[in-house]
């Protein structure tokens, strides 16, 4: 009986020490589960962060591209009209001052005078299937100096003017936008007696920056002296504006008014000849010839700079004074005190009533002194 109760202790110690050893296997194999668990998710963060610093480096050096991109519009802008079929077409010449290749991706016209939905003309890079409304040769490599685009549109850009300009945009593949205006309009540096300031609004001051036209003369004419005038005929005057901000269009308001003193020691009057705004597509003082203003429906828009970096840029628009009394298309004359062809001087003040940033606002410039019938 002894030696059975022996056998059996016997086995049940060799059977504890069998599950001791499997414990211990066991253990060790969670262990280096556990472990390699670990260095794989170690190596998986060291693949993303890799990964990260790649795409990171990519979009580093897509940036710098696009920042190296650095296009130039050369004077006059747009050459070699012509037609092909039904549409019109011309070349787009521009600079690459950058160091890289500038692929065009897309061209934008707008025309700031035209306020329907027909203002803005999208140019795509010719395809198949595409008629109209298309450029070729958008490569511009670099240090190419006189590189032109060619552009078949139906947008007549010939008929495009200082007082109905376009706003011409470039795209590049990797995202930059270039502008323009045409017609270009270079202004003199700062110091030049070339124009005068007031708030956002620039007057040119040169020789045909003021002009002015009758029922007899019907082709604008510089107004400094206004010869022959006979007494009581009707004028109408045309100057030169620029909006020199960047952050917002200027939109003129009916009230705006060229003003022409008549000074005493000439023997006039000393009365005062108001000639209000009239709209953009009058040409000259008459019953079909002038047009009322409608500062609502067809208002005189002054578009901003669109170069904040070029001070000396923006888009020049011709505004026209011709009427007797706001909101009319009333004609008016300069008083001369007589009949005749009288010597008489002027001095020119004008009233600037504009809607800037959504406020209103009023300026008065002293602008030019303008002569009728006197000796050169």
Not at 26 to 38: D, K, M, Q, S
Not at 79 to 87: I, Q
Not at 141 to 152: A, D, L
Not at 269 to 286: E, H, M, Q, R
């Amino acid at each position: 009986m002894a030696g059975a109760f022996l056998r059996w202790d016997e086995l049940l110690k060799r059977f504890a020490g069998r599950r001791k050893g499997i414990g211990t296997v066991l253990g060790a194999g969670y262990f280096i589960i556990i472990v390699l668990a670990i260095f794989n998710l170690i190596m998986w963060e060291v693949n993303q962060y890799d990964a990260y610093q790649q795409l990171v480096n990519q979009m580093n050096q897509v940036d710098q591209e696009r920042i190296s991109e650095n296009l130039e519009f050369v004077d006059p802008g747009i050459t070699d009209f012509g037609t092909l079929g039904p549409n019109k077409c011309f070349n787009l010449t521009v600079r690459n001052a950058g160091g890289i290749t500038i692929n065009t991706a897309r061209l934008y016209f707008y025309n700031y005078s035209d306020a329907t939905s027909n203002a803005l003309k999208i140019i795509e890079k010719a395809a198949a299937g595409i008629s109209a409304n298309y450029f070729t040769n958008g490569f511009i490599n670099p240090g190419e100096s006189n590189h032109k685009i060619r552009v078949v549109t139906t947008l007549d850009m010939s008929k495009a003017t200082e007082s109905r300009p376009y706003i011409m945009y470039l795209t590049t593949e990797r995202g930059r936008t270039f502008s323009t205006v045409y017609p270009r309009t270079i202004l003199p540096k700062p110091g030049n007696v070339g124009f005068i300031d007031v708030g956002p609004l620039r007057f040119k001051f040169d020789y045909y920056a003021l002009n002015y036209t009758t029922p007899s003369k019907t082709t604008p004419t510089p107004a400094w002296i206004i010869s022959p005038y006979p007494s009581g005929t009707a004028i109408m005057f045309f100057v030169t504006v620029i909006n020199t901000a960047s952050d917002d269009d200027i939109r003129l308001k009916r009230y705006s008014v060229f003003d022409c003193i008549e000074l005493t020691q000439s023997g006039a009057s000393g009365k005062i000849a108001s000639f209000y705004i009239v709209d953009k597509d009058s040409t000259w003082p008459g019953a079909s010839t002038m047009f009322p203003y409608d500062e609502v429906n067809k208002p005189y828009i002054l578009p901003k700079n669109p170069d904040p970096n070029n001070p000396q840029g923006g888009i020049t628009n011709i505004i026209k004074f011709g009427a007797a009394s706001w909101g009319t298309a009333n004609v008016q004359c300069l008083f001369t005190g007589g009949g005749g062809y009288g010597q008489y001087v002027y001095l020119v003040l004008m009233g600037f009533y504009y809607v800037y940033k959504g406020q209103d606002y009023g300026a008065t410039i002293p602008f030019v002194a303008i002569r009728t019938n006197t000796p050169t």
